[in-house]
């Protein structure tokens, strides 16, 4: 696979990607478990009548009475502890379908079930689902995230490279060297807690693994609504990390679940979509005097056009000079963060293309707002592929490489990935209105555009 396409790469986004483990066996389980409220779980009931509402920042699960904690993050509302609702039906050689780590319920108590993957998206159908959604295992009214909503919560909180300290719990995790050296910020009271997960990483017949060192949550792409492609995100030490599931993993592999509740989608981010553009101005680059049009977003000063500094491991679209001009150049990763930009302004951070995001609706909605609304971009679906410009930042379908010129822009972020030479890259497409988080190394040539120091 080259690691220039990255149409070609849409599952390898984001951090390490792992083709998992072999199937592993486990038959025992702890069947059900006392909750807080002294009840017990049971997943063989379907009577359930009423969504399970949010009142004083708790979430009463209305099958089992349970109580969770809740929070607003950006334009989303997850429960802010993991599910602990127990589904019981027996799935592949095992007596249940969501286990207590180590088959303890103190466990269960203190950091909720580790699900199979059929138990994760209800299988067996036991509750009512939206037919754009994949409901699994959550209370009415709120849904197993896809890969989209996680994205949106890591760059809502800060970026890929700081979200595993800002989501994680303040104690519980390990240490790795120093006292407290392992804990999380919990700045936005997500509680990410190390509850670990069941593999067969270290025992071929599979074995509880890592609690107090790693959290892992299930999820799932929504383009094969369907048939959902399982993945699990785990956060561990300072990564972020997806991995796609293998059919013969995904039988026996259990991990966490993290509910997000429903939002119609006509109210989604409706306060900002018509957007605000900011101050503009200009800028001469005095390396070759090209002048660039700039936008002022919020706290930040942006370049609003890609660009264009003629340099070591760069070139135009398609090799055409004309393409040049009206896109920008593209750049390798080397040149995009030591030579692209002028003095004063600099390759911006996962971080500061998140800052960016969300002062603009969101990542659901930050394409629209931002892709430019010229003819530029090729029509899917009988409608123009841009966006609204609502802010005067002007993005055009300038592809990468050689490839999807006038379908999708990428742009570099000046942040690599832990233990990795690929860096993140921003992508927006023709066909929808959200940013898409990406990974590409050093074969890679992409747009550049620069923030003001």
């Not at 249940?96 to 203190?110: A, G, L, V």
């Not at 680059?285 to 002022?296: A, E, N, P």
């Not at 003819?375 to 802010?391: N, P, T």
């Not at 990406?438 to 120091?453: F, M």
């Amino acid at each position: 696979m080259q690691d220039s396409c990255i149409k070609c790469r849409s599952l390898l986004f984001v951090a390490l990607f792992i083709l998992l483990f072999s199937a592993c066996t486990d038959n025992g389980s702890q069947a059900e478990d006392d909750n807080d409220d002294g009840k017990v779980s049971s997943g063989t009931s379907t009577d359930e009548k009423n969504i399970s509402e949010v009142k004083d920042g708790f979430l009463i699960d209305s099958r089992d009475g349970h109580k969770y904690k809740v929070v607003t993050i950006g334009n989303q509302t997850w429960m802010a502890e993991n599910l602990n609702y127990a589904y019981l039906e027996p799935m592949y050689g095992n007596d249940s379908s969501s286990f207590c780590y180590n088959n303890d319920p103190s466990y269960c108590k203190k950091y909720g079930r580790l699900y199979l993957w059929d138990a994760a998206k209800d299988n067996a159908g036991r509750f009512n689902s939206n037919e754009n959604i994949v409901r699994g295992v959550c209370p009415l009214g709120w849904h197993l995230p896809t890969r989209d909503e996680w994205e949106e919560l890591l760059l809502t909180t800060g970026g890929f490279s700081v979200a595993y300290r800002t989501l994680k719990s303040k104690t519980g995790w390990k240490d790795k060297k120093e006292p407290n050296d392992n804990n999380g910020t919990d700045d936005f009271d997500f509680s990410v807690l190390p509850a670990g997960l069941f593999s067969n990483i270290y025992d071929k017949n599979g074995v509880y693994d890592e609690e107090g060192e790693k959290a892992a949550f299930w999820f799932y792409t929504k383009r094969a609504l369907a048939s959902p492609t399982p993945y699990f995100l785990f956060l561990k030490d300072d990564n972020v990390v997806y991995v796609v599931v293998s059919s013969k993993t995904y039988q026996q592999l259990k991990v966490s679940v993290r509910c997000l509740k429903d939002v119609p989608m006509e109210n989604e981010n409706s306060e900002k979509s018509k957007g605000k553009k900011g101050k503009s101005g200009s800028f001469t680059d005095s390396r070759d005097g090209k002048t660039y049009k700039t936008i002022h977003i919020g706290s930040q000063t942006w370049m609003a056009e890609n660009m264009n500094y003629e340099t070591g491991n760069s070139n135009c679209p398609l090799d055409s000079a004309g393409l040049c001009d009206e896109f920008g150049r593209h750049y390798g990763f080397s040149a995009a963060v030591d030579s692209a930009c002028p003095v004063g302004w600099h390759l911006p951070s996962d971080h500061e293309w998140s800052v960016l995001f969300n002062e603009v609706g969101g990542v659901p909605i930050a394409g629209k707002m931002l892709k430019s609304s010229t003819d530029d971009w090729i029509y899917y679906d009988g409608v123009r592929g841009g966006g609204s410009d609502a802010y005067g930042f002007t993005v055009l379908p300038a592809g990468e490489r050689d490839e999807s010129v006038w379908r999708n822009a990428f742009f570099w972020s000046s942040t690599k990935m832990s233990n990795s030479n690929d860096a993140y890259v921003m992508g927006m497409s023709f066909i929808d209105d959200r940013i898409t988080v990406y990974k590409c190394g050093k074969n890679c040539t992409l747009s550049v555009r620069c923030v003001e120091d």
